[in-house]
């Protein structure tokens, strides 16, 4: 201290803590001129005690003007110590740091003053200060004062000219500091950021693409940032280094993907936008590298695939077919079971768009891995059922392709259609509602007769009689309109004289005896006209309801379809068919006379010829010739003309007579289970209801009649299938 003092003159010392700027500027000339003498001299123990004088009296003094004078000073003595200021640097920067911090804004601005002068005349020599002085500089260009933000700014620039020319700059000390404040909110702060992200990497020495994993996440962030110049700087760094990547033989994919796989979920437009953009590049160019991340970037796609913003569809649809035409096998890192539950999460969008590209990739996994899809068939199996009760025809269509796919095992195909059935029983409106496009569906992506057998094996065994006779009765309705099923209608034609028509007409059978309609359309089409009269006529009282009367109307009116045309021909000789005509008079006289399917019945039968085209006159057979023999296509096939002769009588090896009593014991199963419903009902109201008299429930009606108890096929069940 003494040696400082002996050195500059009292009168100096007292200037350069003046109020006045002038009289503190004068006397750090003072000080500069004896400083360069001291240096000249090679004096440094009195430099030293010069430098600490400015510090410890001034910089740290807790007098503003104080402070300010041994700014300046300080900046004057590196100016006077030139060349040789390099070694004093210790003692003059830390000061100088210390008081950007101050609580004056004046001061603050002479210690930006004071830094900018210091680092004029030590270039090179200054970098070993660089972190301490960018994170005074970050701090400083938020700044509440304008004047200190334009001086830091003007500081900041002559910084950065100081490291694109130096030499000793590390890039690896410097990251840290920049990803730590790359989150930083404050405009001018991210302004800051940028432009010195900017300037790095137009350094050719400087290798700044291989440390952008570390500040990328923060470059789109800023993508959001409320000022359109922020944004539009952060997207030029953006775009700057994605042409980088482009021309790159080397670049860590894998670390970027992750951050691009978040930044494509922003509720911000133009980050998913730019997101999805970049991923798409990445899938182009990323190899092998990328193959690990492949069911994050699909998780990352497919949402986009239905954003609003019709650019980032645009690109993710493109980038969406670029990933599923890759091959890669799972020794490569490709992990089929990431990307199903992927693809298994987004079956559950609300995008119609996004749920059909998840399906097209479970199909496309199938093709190319089904055994390792097939391992983890019970991770997505439950979630494809329920796909096939989506609102969209196209997304139903394609979880059936998708099940006729994993249903080319038996296993697996025995697995689909259990599920199928136990979900049309659980779910009503599933069958109502798309239970004939998934039948008609799985029937042209699987074989038809193959599909029917299995559900009518499951159906026949079905311990819910009401559910099984819905479905039963969808089932035949779905049999007799579909134009996919045409070859089915077609092959039951032969039932009588071909043994794998007969095969599939005996095994519907066993099922179809839930439903008395069911049947007698089965027996129709089949052209087993006798048992179909047998049928009809074995029903009784409770089968004849109103249920049974709707379903016998929309049955005539499929008699009129092209279906049954060749039925409708076969009336031109009724000698030849008399059982025909027996079976539809039959139905004629259960109808109502005042509904409109019997006068269109009546009406067909009254068009029947009393002569047959080949010349025959049609006699009906006396009780005394009952057994009768019919020509049936070249055939000489026996018809009897009594329930018993029904029970003597075999057609192609069919014995009718046990089929009508196995049909019998099952609608007799379905009227005990009506009568104990029935009965649970009744013994659930109040005693004091007044029961319905037997009288009017024993009285016999032609027709309908509300007033009759309901039976069970007249009580409407929950999403009730009719004919």
């Known amino acids: 201290m003494a040696d400082a003092l002996s050195v500059i003159p009292a009168a100096v010392l ?62 004057a003595a590196t100016v006077g110590l030139t060349s040789e200021a390099a070694q004093h640097l210790d003692q003059i920067v830390p000061p100088v740091l210390n008081s950007f911090a101050d609580q004056d804004s004046r001061v603050r601005y002479y210690a930006c003053e004071a830094l900018y002068n210091i680092a004029k005349v030590v270039r090179g020599d200054f970098i070993v200060f660089f972190n301490q002085i960018f994170d005074a500089l970050c701090k400083l260009s938020a700044d509440s004062d304008a004047n200190v933000q334009s001086a830091a700014h003007l500081l900041d620039r002559l910084v950065k000219d100081i490291v694109t020319e130096s030499d000793q700059f590390s890039i690896e000390e410097f990251i840290p500091l920049l990803r730590e404040r790359m989150n930083v909110l404050n405009p001018y702060v991210r302004q800051f950021l940028v432009g010195w992200i900017t300037v790095l990497d137009s350094v050719p020495d400087i ?115 670029e990933l599923r035409g890759i091959q890669a096998e799972p020794a490569e890192g490709f992990d089929v079971g990431s990307i199903l539950s992927v693809a298994r999460r987004h079956l559950s969008s609300e995008w ?117 006779s819905i479905m039963v009765q969808a089932l035949n309705l779905i049999l007799l309109t579909s134009s996919e099923l045409a070859y089915l209608r077609d092959l039951l034609k032969k039932a009588l004289f071909n043994d794998a028509a007969k095969n599939l007409f005996l095994a519907l059978y066993a099922s179809w005896c839930h439903s008395p309609m069911a049947i007698i359309s089965l027996c129709l089409l089949a052209q087993t006209y006798q048992h179909a009269s047998s049928v009809i006529q074995s029903l009784s009282e409770e089968d004849i309801n109103v249920k049974f009367l709707v379903q016998l109307d929309k049955l005539i009116h499929l008699l009129e379809t092209p279906t049954f045309a060749y039925l409708r021909l076969q009336l031109l000789e009724p000698g030849r068919y008399m059982w025909l005509l027996k ?48 020509n049936f296509g070249g055939l000489k096939i026996a018809e009897d003309g009594d329930m018993k002769a029904d029970l003597r009588n075999l057609h192609n090896g069919i014995n009718f007579a046990s089929w009508l009593h196995q049909f019998e014991q099952v609608q007799q199963q379905h009227r005990s289970h009506t009568k104990s419903q029935a009965l649970s009902r009744c013994s659930s109201v109040s005693s004091t209801k007044e029961v319905q008299r037997p009288e009017e429930t024993n009285r016999a009606l032609p027709t309908p009649d509300t007033s009759r108890p309901p039976s069970r096929s007249s009580r409407r069940g929950p999403g009730q299938f009719q004919l």
């Not at 004096?43 to 410890?56: G, W």
């Not at 970049?278 to 497919?302: C, M, S």
């Not at 025959?616 to 009780?623: G, I, L, N, V, W």
Request: with cysteine.
């Open 14 to 75: 007292r200037n350069l803590s003046d109020k006045l700027y002038e009289k503190r500027k004068n006397a750090a000339l003072e000080v500069e001129g004896i400083v360069k003498q001291l240096a000249m001299a090679g004096d440094h123990d009195k430099i030293t005690a010069v430098i600490n004088l400015l510090t410890n009296e001034y910089t740290y003094s807790p007098q503003a003007n104080h402070r300010k004078g041994g700014l300046i000073g300080l900046a």
């Open 207 to 321: 290798d700044m693409l291989g440390f952008l994993p570390d500040f990328l996440d923060g470059l789109f962030n800023m993508l959001s940032d409320s000022s359109h110049e922020i944004r539009q700087q952060a997207d030029s760094a953006l775009t700057e280094f994605l042409q980088e990547i482009k021309n790159s033989p080397s670049v860590d994919y894998g670390r970027m993907a992750e951050i691009l796989v978040q930044r494509a979920a922003s509720p911000d437009e133009f980050t998913r936008l730019t997101a999805i953009t970049w991923i798409n590049e990445f899938v182009k160019l990323g190899g092998d590298q990328l193959v690990p991340h492949y069911a994050d970037i699909l998780g990352a796609i497919l949402p986009c695939i239905s954003d609003k913003e019709e650019k980032i569809r645009v690109v993710a649809r493109e980038t969406n077919d």
């Open 352 to 468: 119609e768009a996004t749920r059909i590209e998840a399906l097209h990739w479970i199909s496309a996994l199938l093709n190319r891995h089904r055994a390792a899809v097939l391992s983890f068939l019970s991770d997505i199996f439950e979630t494809l059922l329920k796909a096939l009760s989506d609102p969209s025809d196209e997304v139903v269509l394609l979880v059936l392709e998708v099940h006729a796919c994993i249903a080319k095992d038996e296993k697996h195909f025995h697995q689909l259609i259990v599920y199928l059935v136990q979900n049309f029983q659980v779910d009503n409106s599933l069958l109502e509602k798309r239970g004939a496009l998934i039948i008609r569906r799985l029937c042209v992506l699987l074989d038809a007769e193959t599909v029917y057998r299995k559900l009518s094996t499951i159906l026949q065994g079905e311990c819910d009689l009401d559910f099984a």
């Open 583 to 630: 079976a539809l008079y039959g139905l004629l006289m259960l109808l109502p006379q005042q509904s409109v399917a019997f006068k269109i019945l009546r009406t067909r039968l009254k068009t029947v010829p009393p002569y047959s085209f080949s010349g025959e006159k049609f006699e009906r057979p006396s009780q005394e010739n009952a057994f009768s023999e019919l």
